[in-house]
């Protein structure tokens, strides 16, 4: 099982869906190709069932606000040969983004299409249990990776209290310089 | 003369603790405070052991700060640490049965004391065995009050309203049913060859070398294996797995509550040494021809021997627990009662014939 | 800018559509049954993690696992710094196989930068990932053993690890966290004497395996704890994608050092260690035959070792890189951590920050492997198949 094999037969089965499939050039010689959002579950059973392609590696997300699309990237490998293959699959950034997902063909993909869930907001439909992963419970709905995350990077954190409130924890603890005692007492 | 020095010590003895004195009672019970008092210097002595010899194990060093280079009385630091935690009670544990279960622990550890005789004085052919008491159902006493302080635990697990405790409390159960039948068992085939109930018997029934560990050893092998885990040790404790439940029974428990606990469960350690050493090991036996060698207070020397056999039986369990892993509840269910129990049956069929010839 | 009413809308929406827990089908009782929490803070656990093990008696029937207590939010931390930068934060991502961790990293930004290490930093990187390894696998099965009560394997182990930290500190300077590789090279090299010390240090190590593979093997009480449970099959493991150790005890042997060779890996020998059973057993007679793999394979690295440079020539943007510009694509590049597969897929827009990294890390997988292996297990074997599984809670959360 070779690069070009797998290129040359995704190229042939799927000409419409899979679009500017290349091999990089240096190792691991990744199969690169961008694949049409609503058809991304038959090219990953193609890959599965015809190429062995039986692990898969990860998904993830980029978040590209000025083209307004997400890129949703799955890094998909095998125990039986060493080719592995990127797929990438556009979606589009509006109101509520939504893909597929491919856990009828990997079952190993639940907890990765979870974690883009929650970092990105990309719904992936089908899933059975899209709730948050990694971050807190009322952290859900922020989507923390994106690029226009609020007033990221000065404040990551939700803070307690809304922006016309008084701040409560600067009258409690005033922040004032504190010197230094003017005389240390040794123990002689 | 060496003999009639003795006689006129013995008779002062008598004169002193016995009953024709109005303060005899007093006075016994001021040694029998003493002799509570050396049972815990001999449980932090069975403590400091185990921290030494496990950290040779381990190939480390153990306790060496406090009190000398050997760290002597790092449990006295350990025990004043305990006393000046804080003592918390949650809320929602039931009362009584919380406050309760150490002090029981406590209690029947201590009250294995008063039928146990640790060592003795051999006089002008007669033995004075070092016993607080001796009555003729001894052995039996003991092993029955042994078994008082699994309520005690049962009722650490239940009291603390804590799911953890709870499991913990009835694999405790689990574990003391299914061995308490093993070791009664080959108790009864001990008291079987001897003829009696009274733990002195059977150290006199055992000569200077034939113990009943060479002649039955398969009821010494079952014996030592049921006493382990009577002692709730590994590769038996699963009650106080920190793997699983945080600390088992004693989760809740916090300061010397817990160090009473704690203590208990060494105190068993060491007076379940001490059964074995009577019943099987010969406890303070030692070749009569010592005896016809008039060395002065050689009387005492028997004394010495049962303190050495206490002390390597201790130091085996000491090295069971730490070269073994964990077993499951279920195996240890399993091994209590398709291993032990038959063994122990075919055990009780050999002491039976064995009684036969011992009694010709 | 996203609206902050529009997205506390959305919040309140999910909040009500969310079925709090005791509703939530997974979560109803029985009479005979009882939800266990082991919780985040438990004495045992390596990281904070919450299993909820619903139990009827002393065996588990089902179990759900929440992540999430240690997440640190690095992925949006290193788009905000330089690259050089962001190579001391990806040693934390798991402190026990830092060194695996700056590896794919810098792998991958020197794949976009297009540039290749002299044959010299190669070696020294190999040496360092291997010796990462064994101090990761002498610690993990440590770790194991205490879950089973073995405390003193474990005080054997980390004995031996000492000496292992003592090679690396010589190198590197630090016992964890080491941030050694950098863009084009190794930030040090191999001190004098040191040769003659690692193969010391190394045959004693060789030693200590041999008999901890004979305590195993020979201890009945162990192994009527391990051999049988937590069974893995080819199917099972291939399903929930798993690499490393756990991979291998079931008899595939996919190695990424075989698989996709990096660095100077083709040119050692090595075998690549395997089991049959998939039982917990296999798994740490695996890691511990990997020890002893990785011992031969820093000897023969010492041997094949030339002096040399350590950066190449013409490296485009100096050895000290504080605000270099990446040229625009994205890298990918697999390497093998103790765990498993690690990788680090960075997208990179010709900025002297990065776009986008995502870490790939083996554990994530290990963790998501982890309920369907607690089905009808009793409980005191569940502290033992999550241990012997060697996942680290810091690489899941990240």
């Known amino acids: 099982m070779d690069g070009t094999t797998v290129l ?39 890959l599965k069932d015809n190429l062995q392609f039986n692990r898969l590696s990860g998904i993830t997300s980029v978040d590209f606000p000025e ?48 974690e883009v869930y929650e970092f990105m907001g990309i719904c992936f439909d089908g899933h059975p249990e899209m709730t948050v992963l990694v971050l807190a419970d009322d952290m859900m709905g922020e989507w923390p990776l994106r690029k226009d995350y609020q007033e990221f990077p000065q404040t990551t954190a939700k803070y307690p209290y809304s922006d016309d409130q008084e701040s409560v924890v600067e009258e409690k603890y005033p922040l004032e310089w504190k010197s230094w005692p003017t005389e240390r007492h040794y123990l002689e | 003369m060496l003999e009639e020095q003795m006689k006129i010590l013995i008779e002062a003895l008598y004169l002193v603790f016995g009953n024709e004195n109005p303060w005899g009672p007093w006075v016994r019970g001021v040694v029998g405070l003493c002799a509570m008092g050396g049972i815990m210097v001999s449980a932090m002595f069975a403590v400091w052991l185990e921290r030494k010899y496990a950290s040779d194990i381990q190939s480390r060093i153990g306790p060496n700060r406090v009190g000398g280079k050997y760290g002597l009385l790092q449990l006295i630091a350990d025990a004043i640490k ?14 009584p049965v919380w406050a309760a279960a150490p002090v029981l622990m406590f209690g029947s550890a201590l009250l294995m004391i008063i039928a146990i005789p640790f060592g003795a004085f051999i006089f002008n052919g007669t033995t004075y065995p070092l016993a607080v008491t001796q009555f003729d159902i ?24 804590n799911k953890f405790s709870v499991i913990a409390a009835f694999r405790n159960i689990a574990r003391m049913i299914g061995y308490e039948v093993a070791l009664g068992l080959t108790i009864v085939s001990v008291v079987i060859v001897t003829g009696s109930l009274n733990i002195v018997d059977i150290v006199e029934a055992q000569g200077s070398v034939v113990w009943f560990a060479f002649v039955m050893p398969l009821g010494f092998v079952i014996f030592g294996g049921s006493l382990i885990a009577d002692m709730g040790r590994v590769p038996f404790d699963q009650n106080e797995a920190e793997e699983e439940l945080i600390a088992g029974w004693g989760t809740e428990y916090s300061g010397m509550r817990f160090g009473l606990a704690y203590f208990a469960e060494y105190i068993h350690m060491v007076l379940g040494s001490c059964i074995a050493v009577l019943i099987f090991l010969g406890g303070w036996n030692m070749p009569g021809f010592l005896i016809d060698l008039h ?23 000491v090295l069971i627990r730490w070269a073994l892993p964990r077993i499951r509840i279920d195996q240890v269910t399993s091994i209590g009662w398709k291993i032990l129990f038959p063994l122990a049956m075919v055990n009780l069929v050999w002491a039976a014939m064995l009684g036969l010839v011992w009694s010709w | ?51 909820d093990l619903k139990i009827s008696g002393e065996t588990v029937r089902d179990s759900k696992l929440y992540m999430g207590y240690g997440h640190k939010g690095i992925e949006k931390i290193l788009e ?31 794949r976009l930068l297009d540039i290749e290490p002299p044959e010299r930093s190669q070696y020294i990187r190999v040496i360092m990932q291997e010796l990462s390894r064994i101090q990761s696998h002498l610690l993990g099965t440590g770790e194991y053993a205490t879950d089973l009560g073995f405390v003193t394997m474990f005080l054997f182990m980390i004995r031996e690890r000492e000496y292992v930290l003592g090679l690396i500190e010589d190198i590197t300077g630090a016992r964890i966290t080491h941030c050694f590789p950098r863009f084009g090279g190794v930030r040090q090299d191999l001190p004098d004497g040191w040769r003659e010390k690692a193969i010391d240090v190394l045959s004693m190590i060789h030693e200590k395996c041999e008999m901890y593979k004979e305590l195993f093997s020979s201890d009945r009480t162990y192994k009527m704890r ?21 991979l291998r005890a079931t008899g595939i042997d996919y190695d990424v050092r075989k698989v996709y060779p990096t660095l100077v890996y083709p040119d050692i020998d090595f075998k690549v260690q395997t089991a049959e059973n998939g039982d917990i057993f296999d798994r740490v007679m695996v890691r511990v035959n990997e020890i002893q793999e990785s011992c031969w394979i820093i000897e023969q690295a010492l041997d094949q070792i030339k002096p040399g440079p350590l950066f190449p020539d013409e490296l485009p943007y100096g050895r000290r890189t504080p605000s270099m510009r990446v040229p625009p694509g994205d890298a990918y590049v697999p390497i093998e951590d103790p765990r498993g597969e690690m990788a680090m897929y960075i997208v990179s827009d010709g900025t002297d920050k990065p776009y986008r990294v995502k870490i790939r890390g083996p554990a994530f997988a290990l963790m998501q492997g982890l309920p369907p292996m607690l089905e009808n297990v009793y409980i005191a074997d569940v502290p033992a198949i999550a241990a012997s599984m060697d996942s680290c809670n810091s690489e899941v959360d990240r």
């Open chain 1, 8 to 46: 040359d037969s995704l190229k042939s089965q799927f000409p419409d869906a899979v679009a500017d499939a290349l091999i990089d050039s240096q190792p691991p010689h990744i199969v690169c190709a961008n694949v049409d959002k609503g058809r991304i579950v038959d090219v990953c059973s193609y």
């Open chain 1, 67 to 114: 083209a307004t699309k997400f890129e949703v990237v799955y890094m998909i490998a095998s125990y039986d040969h060493s080719v592995v293959v990127k797929l990438k699959a556009d979606v589009v950034r509006d109101e509520s983004p939504s893909i597929d997902t491919v856990i009828p063909v990997w079952w190993n993909a639940n907890w990765y299409e979870r």
């Open chain 2, 82 to 95: 305990l006393f000046t935690k804080e003592d918390i009670k949650p809320d929602k544990v039931d009362g």
């Open chain 2, 138 to 161: 001894s052995i039996l006493y003991l092993e029955a009050v042994s078994a008082i302080g699994i309520i005690g635990i049962f009722m650490a697990g239940w009291g603390s309203n």
């Open chain 2, 295 to 317: 060395i002065p207070l050689i009387g005492l020397l028997p004394v010495g021997i049962f303190l050495a056999k206490w002390v390597l039986v201790m130091m085996f369990v």
């Open chain 3, 1 to 51: 800018m996203v609206n902050k009413h529009d997205v506390k809308k959305r919040m309140r929406q999910l909040a009500a559509e969310y079925i709090h827990e005791p509703q939530q089908e997974a979560y109803k009782l029985d009479d005979t049954e009882m939800m266990l929490h082991i919780g985040p803070q438990n004495p045992i656990q390596p990281g904070p993690f919450l299993i």
């Open chain 3, 80 to 110: 905000s710094m330089t690259y050089i930068q962001g190579l001391p934060v990806t040693d934390r991502i798991c402190y026990l196989s830092s060194l695996s961790n700056n590896e794919a990293y810098v792998s991958s930004v020197e």
């Open chain 3, 226 to 246: 391990t051999v049988g449970i937590g069974t893995l099959t080819k199917e099972d493991v291939m399903k929930a994608g798993l690499t490393g150790p756990s």
